[in-house]
């Protein structure tokens, strides 16, 4: 019982010493169906599993299940490399998605920003240790980037960590 409690009472003073964050703001609404295609990766923050990786896409389908198949692609080494995941989205709005390339582990994936005509998005999560920006073309104008570079700091993020996609023609 002494173990317990003592275990216990680690795990809880390192629940406390985690970052706090608010809540991101996502887009008020997302069209499942205009958002599901193909999406080529702008800019990131960098992480493990994109180390390396340039010509990086993503392309969202529906599934039997009603849930949605993701397609993560990108070059490393001049090799394709590829990872399969799954999509479901938190709530009514779908702005909230929960996706999974591992099993049963499921991260947080938000909408932040999204134009009108689904050209570009923004993807964070609540921790702000994930980042991307979406186009549905291998580049983004100058105009949008820096608007999106605007608005960032008031997310949370900061836009000194981001890594520039190459996405080769």
């Known amino acids: 019982m002494k173990r317990i409690v003592l275990a216990l009472s680690f795990l809880l003073s390192l629940v406390g010493c985690t970052k706090q964050y608010e809540p ?8 499942l169906q205009k958002y599901l295609g193909k999406w080529y990766e ?4 960098d992480h493990s599993f994109e180390k390396g990786c340039s010509n990086v896409n993503a392309t969202y389908t ?7 198949k993701v397609l993560n692609q990108c070059f490393k080494n001049n090799t394709l490399s590829k990872a399969v995941g799954k999509a479901y989205a938190v709530d009514n709005t779908n702005a909230k998605l929960k996706v999974s390339f591992f099993g049963p582990f499921y991260g947080d994936y938000q909408i932040l920003m999204l134009d009108d005509e689904y050209t570009y998005a ?3 999560e609540p921790s702000r240790e994930y980042f991307w ?21 008031f997310l949370g993020y900061d836009k000194t960590k981001i890594i520039w996609t190459i996405q080769e023609q």
């Open 42 to 45: 702008i800019a990131r923050y």
């Open 122 to 124: 923004v993807i964070g």
């Open 24 to 31: 991101l703001p996502t887009v008020e609404s997302v069209d």
């Open 133 to 153: 920006i979406l186009s549905r073309t291998p580049t983004l104008d100058k105009e949008t980037t820096n608007m999106i570079l605007a608005k960032l700091p």
């Open 62 to 68: 529906f599934k039997e299940d009603s849930k949605i």
